[in-house]
């Protein structure tokens, strides 16, 4: 087994390579302007017109994590610099994770051209036809996570922060890695329905299969959330958890129109060949 994977690995080493070198240019370039830049207003005749402007010390990173602090955290908590590389780490993880969200949908158009030569005409129709839906599906639960059930859950940490007698203050490299790290969660998670109507699509798993496994879905998305969810607190493994069961039964209701479709065109494909 680990000789065909080598074996395959060696032969579409190029086109691996150069998907990945795709990949990473388009996410270099986010990054770059993101690190170099900062947006703002300037006035032209009047009209007022975003613009970018060079400067690294308050560039997009910067502005971003302070929406996300204005936004997210409550008006009493306290932004902590613990180490004197704290606030510059803070602002690249800033702006690395923004490129990665934004890159997102060349990241699956990659993917999806490397596995296309393997895949029959209807296959590739389909994969084209996810790539769409699977990008908007990663930003809004992206959206989600950090608009909706962050402020909700730093709310909640603050009160109990409050209700033992203790200050309301954060390491600002550990709000960065709780808020993109769930934000990052919440966007994979949402991800399920397709993955699940690509594999009844394909004819790989049943509709009824996903119906017949749904207590071990939830017990994955428990694990998911365990794994994923910062701190590892009961708390926020749940709140991952719940939008990826109800998307796991949405899954199912488009798993089932899917796998009529197959059948459907398995059925035409066999009346014109006889």
Same mark, same amino acid.
């Given at each position: ?12 080493s ?21 690190v ?18 060079? #400067?690294?010390? #308050?560039?997009?990173?910067?502005q971003?994590l ?5 936004? #997210? ?17 803070? @602002? +690249? ?11 997102? !949908? ?8 490397f596995? @296309? ?20 599906? +990663? +930003?809004?639960?992206?959206? *989600?996570?950090i608009?909706?059930?962050?402020? *909700? ?5 603050? @009160? +109990? #922060? ?12 550990? $709000? ?13 998670? $949402? ?6 109507v690509g594999l009844?699509r ?7 299969? /996903?119906?017949?496994n /749904? ?10 959330g365990?794994?994923?969810? !910062? ?22 209701? $488009?798993?089932? =129109?899917?796998? =009529?479709? $197959? ?12």
């Open positions: 087994m680990e000789n065909e994977l080598l074996n395959y690995l060696v032969k579409y190029d086109e691996i390579r150069y998907r990945a070198i795709r990949i990473l240019a388009v996410f270099a370039v986010f990054f770059g302007i993101f170099i830049f900062r947006i703002q207003y300037i006035s032209i005749f009047g009209q007022r017109f975003l613009f970018l402007y060079p #400067d690294p010390l #308050d560039n997009v990173g910067a971003v302070y929406l996300l602090k204005s936004h #997210d955290l409550t008006s009493n908590t306290t932004l902590l610099v613990l180490k004197p590389v704290d606030g510059v780490m803070a @602002d +690249f993880y800033t702006c690395m994770a923004i490129s990665l969200i934004i890159s997102m !949908p060349v990241i699956i158009y990659e993917v999806s051209k596995i @296309d030569p393997a895949l029959k005409n209807s296959e590739k129709e389909l994969l084209r036809s996810i790539i769409i839906p699977a990008s908007l599906l +990663f +930003f809004a639960g992206a959206f *989600v996570g608009y909706f059930i962050a402020p *909700v859950l730093f709310r909640i940490f603050a @009160d +109990f #922060d409050i209700g033992v007698g203790a200050d309301v203050t954060m390491g600002i490299s550990s $709000f960065v890695s709780f808020i993109f790290m769930y934000t990052i969660a919440f966007g994979l998670s $949402f991800e399920i329905p397709v993955f699940m009844s394909f004819g790989i798993v049943t509709a009824d299969t /996903w119906k017949k /749904w207590r071990y879905a939830v017990i994955g998305a428990l694990v998911y365990m794994i994923f969810s !910062p701190g590892v607190t009961g708390f926020t493994m749940v709140v991952i958890a719940i939008p990826m069961i109800a998307l796991y039964f949405a899954g199912i209701h $488009f798993s089932i =129109k899917a796998e =009529k479709k $197959f059948e459907e065109e398995n059925t035409y494909s066999s009346s014109a060949d006889q």
